[in-house]
């Protein structure tokens, strides 16, 4: 069984700059994380491209732009960062479906990450 560490680098994050944020703290770390599952910007960005709302899905995924970059979610944070860069131009016709898809392919990841953080699972 892969400890902390182990399996964060696995999921391609930066322990050691995240964990200084977190001051060392593990457990806080894993309190946090669970948090950014009950955050409603993901559904927010989805359903501001859904009803065409470029301002507000922008508005959204910045923020979880800023709160993966946070949290060392380094892959999920790239993944936010190829929606959020087109949304901040205004793109027309952009593939934004297919990106926010990778963002919530992203999103799975992490909750395997968080499930196997805390014992329960492979990340």
Do not use: W
């Amino acid at each position: 069984m892969q400890g902390f560490q182990e399996t964060f680098e696995a999921y391609g994050a930066d322990y050691a700059a995240t964990m200084e944020r977190f001051m060392g703290n593990e457990a806080m770390y894993l309190r946090f994380l669970d948090m950014l599952f009950q955050d409603e910007n993901l559904s927010k960005l989805g359903e501001a491209l859904d009803g065409g709302d470029l301002q507000s899905a922008f508005a959204a995924a910045h923020t979880l732009k800023g709160v993966a970059a946070n949290m060392g979610l380094t892959p999920l944070y790239a993944a936010v960062c190829a929606i959020v860069e087109p949304l901040r131009a205004g793109t027309p016709g952009c593939a934004y479906a297919a990106l926010y898809a990778g963002v919530q392919q992203e999103f799975q990841k992490v909750r395997g990450l968080r499930d196997a953080l805390k014992g329960g699972g492979a990340a």
